[in-house]
Every structure is written in C-alpha cells, then in structure tokens.
C-alpha cells in the first residue's frame, strides 16, 4: 500500500520529501510508474557511473583536496611512470654529464643506463622525493588559488616551489647519477654542502619558475579550451622547456658528475642553444610530454573556475546521451 502511494503521481510532495526528485522525474519521462520497482533500481545505477564522479569533483573543488585523494588521482604518474621522470632528467643533464661518452645519446640510452641500475635502484631511484615534491610543491596551491586566476596560481605555486626548491636540487642529482657516486639523498646532502655550500640547492631556481609560469599559463588555456590563447601558449612553453633544461644543468655544475662549472652561467646556457645538434635543448621533450599528459593535465584541472565548470558540465552531458533527451532541460539542473 504504502509503495503504491509513493509510486502514485498523486503524491509528488512525498516523493519530493522521501525520493530524489530528479529520479522520480527521470521515472516518469521513460515510461515509469507504479509498481516499476525494477525502473527505479536501473535509473539509479546508471546515475551512479556518472552523477557519482562528478559529486567526487565537485566536492573536491568546494573542500579542500585530501591527500590521500591527490595521490591516488595521479597513482600512476607516482609510481608506474617515476622513471620516466628521472629519464626526462637524465635526457635534459646528458650534455654536461663527465659519463656522456659512455652511452648514446637517445632515451633509448638512456633508458638502458638506468635499467643497468636495477629495477628499484635504477628505475625507480629518487621515487619518493619526487612523491614528496608533487605534494607539496603541486598539491597545496591547488587548495591555496582553487578557483582563482592565473595571478594567483603562479604565485602560490612560486611560495611553496620556493620552500621546496632543495628537494629538486636532490632529486635532480640523484636522478643524473649513473655510476652510483651517490649513495642516497644524505650522501649529497653532505657532499654538495660541504663542496659548495647551501646556496648550491638553489641554483636554477630563477630558470624554474620562468618554467612554471609559461606551463601554468598553457595548462590553463588547456582546460578551458581557450584556442585562442593557446596559439600564444604554446610557443611560449616550447621556451620554458629551454629553461627547464638550462635549470637542470645548473643544478648538475660543479658536482662530480658534471663537467661544468657555476662560475660558467652564461656559457652554460649559451652552450646550449650553440651545441651543433639545433635541437640539443629539447632533450627529454617526449618523456615530457608522456608525464604531462599523464600528470600535469589531471591536477590542474581543478585551479581554474571555467575548467571546474567544464569539468563538471561533461559529466551531465555524458549522462543525458546515455539515458535520453528528456523533454525539459531543467530537469537535469
């Protein structure tokens, strides 16, 4: 009896109080009525696949992002993919690495002299300082400019690459280290400190977060699909690969496995847009775009407000395609 009343169309008050209005809707425009008890369960499910997902975003662009969320969400780019960071490293450090004539230049080379390595001392060697950074250095702007312009995403990113600048110096070297000089974070700790003191981990720093602002800058126009801009964007980020690879030289100068110095500044960054090879200074570009593609498109959709929008939008239209075109839009608002 009771099912029957809250089936009935009679009784649309209760079934706004005790049912989710738009299923009951949803009901009604593909043919369900009392006693469809079936119905009811199908529509639900189906709800789930993609109504469900787009409440995970939504309550992720209104609450600030857990941790563990932020981790899972880019799982792979963590752990399947760590060695392609340290490929794209060890690609962009080749020109000025002492060892560069023991391997080819190629990231099949390359590859094959971090394999030489093993698998968890090799491929996956610096994986957790890499995990650290992305936490930090990546995660925590998301909660700080969530929604905001492009201003303030740069700048909160800028703070916290800034605080976290020495990991990357760590991590850098140890990616680049073939021959195993260094037995871990502490030994080059210890090495480069006592070498060339503390202002040594920030060397490049300035090259960096130009990097940044042209891919933050480009990412963006990504997810809102600002064609327009991304004709600007993306010469402009073809330039800041040139300064990420000049940063990872800098930060290599003067340590044992590099043969120049940093007291050669210009000259490193002039050797490297005069090496005969033209395209010297986009070594790594193809393990860069893999770990873009896999990484940095999947965080920063959540900064901007239109790529939130956007984000969320997809979802309802996959859903509608799914189950049909309802005679009322709004029943999907």
């Known amino acids: 009896m009771l099912s029957g009343l809250l089936y009935s169309p009679n009784w649309t008050f209760v079934d706004k109080i005790l049912r989710d209005p738009q299923l009951v809707d949803l009901e009604y425009f593909v043919g369900g009525g009392p006693g469809h008890d079936w119905l009811a369960k199908v529509v639900r499910v189906e709800q789930q696949k993609y ?84 936490l930090t250095v990546w995660a925590h702007p998301l909660v700080y400019s969530r929604g905001n312009g492009y ?14 600048y020495p990991i990357d110096t760590i991590k850098t070297i140890i ?27 920030y060397r490049g720093i300035v090259f960096k977060l130009a990097f940044n602002g042209t891919l933050i800058y480009h990412l963006r126009n990504v997810y809102e699909q ?16 040139g300064f990420l690879t000049i940063k990872t030289r800098l930060q290599l100068a003067s340590t044992d496995l590099s043969f120049q110095q940093t007291n050669q500044k210009g000259r490193i960054a002039a050797n490297l847009f005069a090496q005969k090879t033209p395209f010297s200074i986009y070594r790594g570009v193809i393990p860069f775009l893999l770990l ?24 309802l239209v996959q859903y509608k395609h799914h189950i049909g075109s309802p005679k009322h839009e709004n029943l999907w608002q």
Do not use: M
């Not at 792979?76 to 962009?92: F, I, K, S």
């Not at 995403?153 to 605080?163: K, M, R, V």
């Open 226 to 241: 600002d064609y327009i801009q991304q004709l600007i964007s993306t010469p402009l980020l073809a330039i800041g690969y």
């Open 175 to 201: 990616y680049s280290d073939v021959q195993g000089r260094y037995k871990g974070a502490f030994d080059v700790i210890e090495q480069i400190y006592a070498r060339n003191g503390f202002s040594h981990f």
């Open 151 to 164: 201003a303030s995403h740069y700048l909160y990113s800028s703070l916290f690459e800034l605080i976290t």
């Open 51 to 134: 109504l469900g997902p787009r409440a995970k975003f939504e309550r992720q662009f209104n609450e600030d992002p857990k941790t563990w969320e932020v981790f899972s969400d880019n799982f792979y780019r963590l752990t399947v993919l760590a060695g392609v960071e340290r490929l794209l490293t060890l690609r962009q450090a080749y020109g000025g690495l002492k060892t560069r004539f023991t391997f080819g230049d190629s990231n099949t080379a390359c590859l094959q002299q971090i394999f030489n390595q093993g698998l968890f001392k090799g491929y996956f060697r610096g994986a957790l300082l890499n995990a650290f950074q992305f």
């Open 292 to 315: 873009t593609d896999f990484f940095h498109y999947k965080l920063y959709a959540l900064y901007s407000s239109t790529a939130q929008s956007r984000t969320l939008d997809e979802f």
